[in-house]
């Protein structure tokens, strides 16, 4: 983990504030556009923020939280308590979401999904390629950043309140990129049901801060068996691999638990594994808080 310590916490919308957190030991780890951090916080929850400043910027890093009622407790203590001069512990950045090379870019947002984009908006238009956003949001006052946005990057940023018109034509849009463009959106689950609906899956990049609904078969207990450790552990079927492991005593961190921030992420030696993240695992890798095993044991590196 990074110490910084909070040097600004501001609104800049409806419910949503700004934190600026920088780096009590020197310079802050580099990170590229769609890159996230874990950050643990004074009511011993730790939780999954997009950086969305500069990254040339190696002394702070930015982050921006939208008030949820539903709150598990973050985003609450942020905005009641969070104070500026706090010291607050931060990962290592991870990054599920790169911008990879394309001869343009059609960036799709909704809400507190700007903030991935922000970067991502900042380097494709450095780079001098053609980039445009469309920002949807319920109204102006809900919409983190707009202003901003709209002073750095005039006509290329088209807002869209949908209070007033609607949800965006995603089909439309997807009529408009140049061959090669990608499309990447962050937004709410039923904007990104829409935008699937719309973009062919390989032009498409995408970023979920809530799990898609799946169904897989009803659970099944199964064996793991910890290489290194040389612990075996027992899953039941009403429990998930993250908790098991660390219940025994494996270490095993952890951010999300619900398959969408990668903090949890582990080596697969033998076995099949029913991936059920919104990651996407690589090859020998899987996600311990929602995946388990396809067969009765598992062989991790751990």
């Given amino acids: 983990m990074q110490r910084t310590l909070l040097d600004r916490i501001d609104p800049v919308a409806e419910d949503v504030v700004s934190l600026v957190l920088r780096g009590a030991d020197g310079p802050l780890a580099p990170w590229e556009p769609g890159a996230h951090v874990d950050v643990a916080l004074p009511n011993w929850l730790t939780r999954q923020y997009s950086l969305c400043g500069d990254p040339a910027d190696r ?46 870019y059609l960036f799709l947002a909704g809400g ?92 498409l990049r995408t970023e979920r801060f809530q799990p898609a609904p799946k169904v897989f078969a009803p659970d099944q207990a199964f064996e793991v068996a910890c290489a290194r450790s040389g612990r075996t552990v027992q899953v039941d079927a009403d429990d998930s691999l993250l908790n098991a492991l660390q219940q025994a005593g494996v270490p095993v961190s952890s951010g999300c638990r619900e398959g969408v921030c990668g903090s949890c992420e582990i080596t697969v030696l033998e076995g099949e594994v029913e991936h059920r993240d919104d990651v996407g695992a690589d090859e020998g890798r899987m996600f311990a808080c929602v995946s388990r095993a396809l067969g009765p044991r598992l062989v991790l590196d751990l």
């Fill in 59 to 104: 002394e702070t890093y930015r982050v921006a939280v939208r008030y949820d009622p539903l709150s598990r407790g973050g985003s609450e203590y942020i905005h009641r308590f969070l104070r500026r001069g706090r010291p607050l512990d931060v990962s290592l950045p991870r990054n599920n979401f790169p911008l990879d090379p394309a001869p343009g």
């Fill in 112 to 203: 507190i999904g700007i903030t991935p984009v922000l970067p991502m908006l900042r380097a494709a238009t450095a780079a001098g390629l053609p980039a445009s956003l469309v920002y949807a949001g319920r109204a102006a006052a809900t919409m983190p950043f707009a202003e901003e946005l709209r002073a750095a990057y005039g006509d290329a940023v088209r807002i869209v309140t949908t209070q007033q018109h609607g949800r965006p034509d995603f089909a439309a849009l997807a009529a408009e990129p140049a061959p090669g463009t990608l499309v990447y959106c962050c937004g709410p689950a039923s904007m990104l049901t829409a935008v699937e609906a719309a973009f062919p899956a390989e032009q």
